[in-house]
């Protein structure tokens, strides 16, 4: 089985500094890793995947994420948070071609 | 990445009655994907619909209560049967882009139900 797991319901960050969504997951073998965003009344928009090579991976609006196998780990950051950035944040991890696994979701609120 | 459109974009419907949900993608694509996402939750894969076969239903779902229909590459429905207000959710379709490795779903905007 595989599963996701982001510890945080929410994260305040003051606009202009560094941010840090936190994502662990579960899965035998080696993981796809991916995040999404979901802004308000709005489908999920891909943001960034990790499948194999740098562990440093770069997406969208500035976002990236760190792969860390040892520590089961694909946190999401960003050296500049923008108000426009608050939005709610899923990680999710397949194993190969199985089904999509996602967490439960991080809100993110950055403030002016 | 595909561009994916959904109707209707949100409907407020009574206990008992059906609604039926388009998904459309502006390219051909394998597979495609149907979502619940229930309030304050996260997305649940409700079934995985590949065009010329019967839909794969996860645990927990049922033809008979979300019927879904998959006629050609680029387009499906899903239905929910005989709505009760515990189906007040958001219904995602996605697609999977197999360009450039790694299988990276995309999503549609959504389709926000409220039964009453």
């Known amino acids: 089985a595989q599963s996701v797991a982001q510890p945080e319901d929410q994260v305040n960050v003051a606009e202009g500094n560094p941010l840090t969504v936190k994502c662990t997951y579960s899965?035998?073998?080696?993981?796809?890793l991916f995040w999404y965003v979901q802004y308000p009344n709005r489908g999920l928009q891909f943001l960034l995947k990790?499948?194999?090579?740098?562990?440093l991976v770069k997406g969208s609006y500035g976002f990236e994420a760190e792969f860390n196998k040892s520590q089961t780990s694909f946190h999401l950051k960003k050296p500049s948070a923008l108000v426009s950035d608050s939005a709610l944040y899923f990680c999710?991890?397949?194993?190969?071609?199985?089904?999509?696994?996602f967490g439960k979701g991080t809100m993110l609120l950055v403030s002016p | 990445s595909a561009v994916i459109s959904q109707k209707p974009s949100r409907d407020i419907c009574q206990r008992g009655t059906s609604l039926t949900i388009q998904c459309q993608v502006d390219?051909?694509?394998?597979?495609m994907f149907w979502y619940r996402q229930q309030p304050g939750q996260s997305l649940t894969l409700i079934a995985t619909?590949?065009?010329?076969?019967?839909?794969?239903?996860e645990s927990g779902f049922v033809i008979d209560k979300f019927p879904i229909s998959r006629p050609n590459l680029t387009f499906s429905t899903l239905t929910v049967s005989n709505m009760s207000p515990e189906d007040s959710s958001i219904y995602l379709c996605?697609?999977?882009?197999?360009?450039?490795?790694?299988?990276?779903?995309?999503f549609g905007p959504g389709t926000r139900l409220t039964v009453l």
């Open positions: 996605s697609v999977e882009d197999t360009s450039g490795g790694g299988d990276t779903q995309y």
């Open positions: 999710a991890v397949r194993r190969g071609y199985s089904t999509l696994t």
């Open positions: 990790y499948i194999t090579g740098d562990n």
């Open positions: 619909a590949n065009q010329g076969s019967e839909a794969t239903y």
């Open positions: 899965v035998s073998g080696n993981p796809y």
């Open positions: 390219s051909q694509v394998t597979m």
